[in-house]
């Protein structure tokens, strides 16, 4: 068996192997066992009691995190041209419509989200082979398709995240940093549970959140009473 590092040490002794945290006891003990040396995100997996395969059991939506999730989201707000001022005063990084479409074909995908309206959907039909694998292809569900592009991106900018459960049946978000407070950490994982609760499926039958779990980059996860987010 090989040695423990000092490190590996010290996070093995702060988690209890096997025991259920309460969610504010996760929030602050994530900070605890966290080290990397650069800013590393905080992640949660929530593994859901639904079958993804059947179309009544998908669970998708969006969340705004109160206190946002720490880092710089690059948004491109494909519109036309009567809405280009108001997506700038939003916050956009890139602005416009035929020359990001052309940049996009070229290869080009610097950005973290992309923003567009209905009418400009046609043109963007045939970049889906390049934005679908990438998670970019702007959708209706997530928001990223609306008349109010300038409302879209400031709720972007702010910390709005869209999510959905993959096909083993765990929805997994970063929703901050480790340098948010413990109080910040648990109002965000709060925030997003209660989401998904939410988001139940008429058809799921059983246990709906079967597991939840919190972890930083690179560090163990942190297991999470359910109960204790109800």
């Not at 700038?88 to 052309?102: M, N, T």
């Not at 959708?139 to 709005?160: F, L, R, W, Y």
């Not at 929703?175 to 109002?187: H, L």
């Amino acid at each position: 068996m090989s040695k423990l590092t000092k490190n590996q040490k010290l996070v093995a002794d702060k988690v209890e192997a096997g025991k259920a945290y309460t969610l504010k006891e996760a929030a602050a003990l994530v900070k605890e066992i966290t080290t990397t040396k650069f800013e590393a995100s905080v992640d949660i997996d929530v593994r859901l009691g639904v079958d993804p395969r059947k179309a009544n059991q998908m669970v998708r939506g969006v969340v705004s995190l109160p206190n946002g999730t720490g880092k710089v989201t690059r948004v491109l707000a494909l519109c036309t041209p009567d809405q280009e001022a108001a997506a700038k005063e939003a916050g956009a990084d890139y602005v416009g419509l035929d020359e990001y479409i052309e940049k996009i074909k070229g290869g080009w995908t610097d950005v973290d989200v992309i923003i567009t309206m209905p009418s400009c959907m046609g043109k963007l039909g045939p970049l889906g082979r390049i934005l679908g694998p990438r998670g970019l292809m702007p959708n209706p569900k997530s928001g990223t398709v609306t008349m109010d592009i300038a409302k879209a991106v400031k709720e972007v900018k702010q910390g709005k995240i869209d999510f959905k459960v993959d096909k083993t049946g765990i929805v997994h978000a970063s929703i901050g940093k480790v340098t948010f407070s413990p109080e910040k950490i648990y109002e965000n994982a709060k925030e997003f549970i209660a989401t998904i609760i939410k988001l139940k499926p008429a058809a799921a039958k059983g246990t709906y959140v079967k597991s939840i779990f919190l972890s930083s980059t690179m560090s163990i996860g942190i297991k999470v009473d359910p109960k204790s987010v109800e």
